[in-house]
T-cell receptor, first 116, second 113 residues
Framework: DTEVTQTPKHLVMGMTNKKSLKCEQHMGHRAMYWYKQKAKKPPELMFVYSYEKLSINESVPSRFSPECPNSSLLNLHLHALQPEDSALYLC???????????????FGEGSRLTVL | QQQVKQSPQSLIVQKGGISIINCAYENTAFDYFPWYQQFPGKGPALLIAIRPDVSEKKEGRFTISFNKSAKQFSLHIMDSQPGDSATYFCAASNAGNNRKLIWGLGTSLAVNP
């Protein structure tokens, strides 16, 4: 069983809806990530939080808004999405020191998003 | 520009055979090379990883071979089993930007019983 828990597993939303994806880990990791994955493609990095501060934003459109309320939780707020945003959204975490991380990413099972 | 090139795109192997997936990179600053395994409906999971100070790393049936001069690394799965059927991604990162993995495009492996 994965130690990174994502909810919901499936989400269907219209283009005018506002929804949120949630991610939780209790491994004491201080780096947390959002990835987007299309079918038969590798994960694409969206955001990275390090010690609860946003450290990487891969030029993601503002209709995706990340939030890291504490060291165990990561949210992705969704608003005015487009059908092409339909994908599997993966949360991941990794150990982190102030200088570097250990490399290994622990992924959740993902939230499959469909935008109608 | 694809910085990590992975081949083949798909692979079919008979049970008990050897599965070989290859990756090549350009950036000599890369110093961490993991392989992730992803089953349908699941997130990727780290399978095995190597750093460039060693040429080979083995964990059970899985072996990474690393050729620093050729800038290539490969995954060998010995005695392949139907349960190994999954998508395999190679990746790379460097210490200067180690929160960002550069991923290969993936290899879909099917092991026939």
């Amino acid at each position: 069983d994965t130690e990174v828990t994502q909810t919901p597993k499936h989400l269907v939303m219209g283009m005018t809806n506002k929804k949120s994806l949630k991610c939780e880990q209790h491994m004491g990791h201080r780096a947390m990530y959002w990835y987007k994955q299309k079918a038969k493609k590798p994960p694409e990095l969206m955001f990275v939080y390090s010690y609860e501060k946003l450290s990487i934003n891969e030029s993601v459109p503002s209709r995706f808004s990340p939030e890291c309320p504490n060291s165990s939780l990561l949210n992705l707020h969704l608003h005015a999405l487009q059908p092409e945003d339909s994908a599997l959204y993966l949360c991941a975490s990794s150990q982190e020191s102030r200088r570097a991380n250990t490399g290994e990413l622990f992924f959740g099972e993902g939230s499959r998003l469909t935008v109608l | 520009q694809q910085q990590v090139k992975q081949s083949p795109q798909s692979l079919i192997v008979q049970k008990g055979g050897i599965s070989i997936i290859n990756c090549a990179y350009e950036n000599t600053a890369f110093d961490y090379f993991p392989w992730y395994q992803q089953f349908p409906g699941k997130g990727p999971a780290l399978l095995i990883a190597i750093r460039p100070d060693v040429s080979e790393k083995k964990e059970g049936r899985f072996t990474i071979s690393f050729n620093k001069s050729a800038k290539q690394f490969s995954l060998h799965i010995m005695d392949s089993q139907p349960g190994d059927s999954a998508t395999y991604f190679c990746a790379a990162s460097n210490a200067g930007n180690n929160r960002k993995l550069i991923w290969g495009l993936g290899t879909s492996l099917a092991v026939n019983p």
